[in-house]
């Protein structure tokens, strides 16, 4: 990197999913270039729109996780911006079902955790109570949650970007980040190995799944700083005939909260489906995402796909909901889509907060690392781009 970048800006952003663009809505100003690489054909292409879509209320982290306190902001953040941008969602609320004793003695530990992170609403239903919400739910108790609700991702993200833009931001696709200098002025970026070259003052990596390489192509060893993410996979079936439910019916979390467990979630034409599972990648499969698929402007993978839903999962699927949804079937039940969480939490290990740092004390200076922004993301994306503005800008 010789010669003069093609372009400088003052701000850039690598990844255009919902928390990457929630942050250049946040930092766009007329006086200020900035710009969002996006490697992908099109924005949110991976995690961001692979999901269940749910507007969390921040029940299940501890008090003092970023994961609590963003999530529980950005659910009033995100119920506010969905009403002021007419963006489909509803708040329909949620069940975390106990279907056995030791499982109804969770619940009460769970009301008391999210209560610490101030999660209003919560309430314990007794099987009467339940059966009048829900008559299909077979439970003994149900921890309610009533801020819970579903959002349509995608016009969340149209709606990030066209406020960005408004205000002078860039979105550049299918731009991967191949090399990264730090310099006296900021970063310099090789693109599509040598397509082109950028520049930028201040350098925010919210890559997702790729955000430990863009970590380690800066320069930090991701494996002493603890950034190398574990990618855990979630498939997603759709039964074809199904009880009509009302909220969303999730059993209590695995431990550690690896998972949520395979819960009932509802999109907003009320159509049902089961999901997700959770499966940590295999090192083949690590080694293609690294490869890097990419997904081109008709969200067709243009190489072979981590993203093709698991087989012979319909048994699996059908005895975990059969615990709170009787008379489920495996032969019911077909493919519906799966995603990829980016996990800093490995297999056995205990659950992880999102982490989000500026580097000078690493030598790198203007470099904001946002690694294992995983769920709930989503929710917490108007949160996390204000507590980084606040906190770095």
Same mark, same amino acid.
């Given at each position: ?13 690598? &990844?255009? =999913? *919902?928390? +990457? %663009? ?7 100003? /007329?006086?200020?270039?900035?710009? @969002? ?78 209560? &610490?992170? =101030? *999660?209003? +609403? %919560? ?7 339940? /059966?009048?919400?829900?008559?299909? @739910? ?80 800066? =320069? ?174």
């Amino acid at each position: 990197m010789n010669a003069a970048p093609d372009m400088m800006f003052d701000v850039l952003i690598i &990844g255009a =999913g *919902v928390v +990457g %663009l929630a942050l250049a809505r946040q930092l766009a100003r /007329r006086d200020r270039k900035l710009v @969002v690489l996006e490697r992908n054909g099109r924005f949110g292409q991976e995690t961001s729109s692979r999901n269940s879509e749910v507007i969390h209320a921040g029940i299940y982290y501890p008090r003092d996780f970023l994961k609590s306190r963003l999530c529980v902001e950005g659910n009033g953040l995100l119920y506010a911006w969905c009403r002021r941008h007419d963006i489909p969602h509803a708040r329909i609320g949620k069940l975390i079902v106990a279907g056995k004793d030791d499982e109804e003695a969770t619940l009460a530990g769970i009301k008391a955790m999210a209560a &610490g992170n =101030g *999660v209003p +609403g %919560l309430e314990i239903l007794g099987k009467r109570q339940l /059966r009048s919400l829900e008559p299909a @739910v077979a439970a003994q108790a149900a921890l309610f949650s009533p801020t819970t609700g579903i959002v349509d991702s995608h016009r969340l993200m149209q709606s990030l970007l066209a406020a960005a833009e408004a205000q002078g931001a860039i979105l550049s696709c299918r731009a991967g980040v191949t090399s990264i200098l730090h310099t006296d002025g900021g970063y310099e970026l090789e693109i599509n190995r040598g397509a082109y070259r950028v520049s930028t003052k201040v350098l925010i990596n919210s890559a997702g799944l790729h955000a430990d390489a863009i970590a380690a192509r800066a =320069g930090i060893d991701i494996d002493a700083a603890g950034y190398r993410l574990q990618p855990c996979k979630g498939n997603y079936l759709r039964p074809s005939s199904s009880p009509s439910l009302q909220h969303l019916v999730y059993p209590v979390p695995l431990n550690n909260n690896v998972g949520l467990g395979i819960h009932a979630t509802l999109d907003l034409s009320g159509r049902l489906r089961f999901g997700p599972d959770s499966r940590y990648l295999n090192g083949e499969e690590i080694s293609l995402l690294q490869k890097g698929e990419i997904i081109g402007d008709d969200n067709v993978v243009e190489k072979p796909s981590l993203y093709a839903v698991d087989e012979g999962r319909e048994e699996d699927f059908a005895a975990a909901v059969r615990k709170y949804l009787p008379g489920i079937d495996a032969t019911s039940l077909s493919p519906d889509m799966s995603g990829i969480r980016p996990k800093l939490q490995g297999p056995g290990e205990p659950a992880a907060d999102f982490l989000i740092r500026e580097e000078s004390d690493r030598g790198l200076p203007g470099l904001i690392d946002l690694i294992g922004i995983e769920s709930p993301g989503l929710t917490s994306c108007l949160a996390i781009a204000a507590y980084v503005e606040k906190k770095y800008f």
